[in-house]
T-cell receptor, first 114, second 113 residues
């Protein structure tokens, strides 16, 4: 089974702090994604990465950056956290080689910014 | 642009009741359609999918049929259980090289014993 893990289930940070959210997948997937989930808004794509060192902006990249130095790891960075970034963050991965277009999700990190 | 609209929740049902959660989409071309489920405290799991018109996806007693003429992909189950209580997301995948998922807002299902 594909396993996508996220470094923390719950995180509390203060406004202005730099925050790192880590995501690791163990299935050699090329593509990785970061979403945020908010009530009434569903999931919105922040950034995605086709492969190592590659990144593309999603629909709501403002206030975020990402890093993909190794294939299995995709990091989401909040350079200066703000209260409107309080949310559930979900990481996902997929492989175009599978041909089934299925994204596999991690358990999520619930971030609270005070 | 591409979008997904699903019925607002919460949907509250008694055990063994029939479930329908409506989902309609707007897309250019022929997207693939998905239902994901999120159980309390967990991430999303793929429930079922359909990749072309008239395909029926099914899993764990849930079914959804890709209806191009009505641009719909409604989720149904004949007899729900308490363990089906979760948030259900309809999504479409639009294509080419980007392969990005667009999600609906999610529908909370609460099944009471």
């Amino acid at each position: 089974d594909v396993k996508v893990t996220q470094s923390s289930r719950y995180l509390v940070k203060r406004t202005g702090e730099k925050v790192f959210l880590e995501c690791v997948q163990d299935m050699d997937h090329e593509n990785m994604f970061w979403y945020r989930q908010d009530p009434g808004l569903g999931l919105r794509l922040i950034y995605f990465s086709y492969d190592v060192k590659m990144k593309e902006k999603g629909d709501i990249p403002e206030g975020y950056s990402v890093s993909r130095e190794k294939k299995e790891r995709f990091s989401l960075i909040l350079e200066s956290a703000s209260t409107n970034q309080t949310s559930m963050y979900l990481c996902a991965s997929r492989s175009p080689r599978e041909g089934r277009n299925t994204q596999y999700f991690g358990p999520g990190t619930r971030l609270t910014v005070l | 642009g591409n979008s997904v609209t699903q019925m607002e929740g919460p949907v509250t049902l008694s055990e063994e009741a029939f479930l329908t959660i409506n989902c309609t989409y707007t897309a250019t071309g022929y997207p693939s359609l998905f239902w994901y489920v999120q159980y309390p405290g967990e991430g999303l799991q793929l429930l079922l999918k359909a990749t072309k018109a008239d395909d029926k996806g099914s899993n764990k007693g849930f079914e959804a049929t890709y209806r191009k003429e009505t641009t719909s992909f409604h989720l149904e189950k004949g007899s729900v259980q308490v363990s089906d209580s979760a948030v259900y997301f309809c999504a479409l995948l639009y294509g080419g090289a980007t392969n990005k998922l667009i999600f609906g807002t999610g529908t909370l299902l609460a099944v009471q014993p």
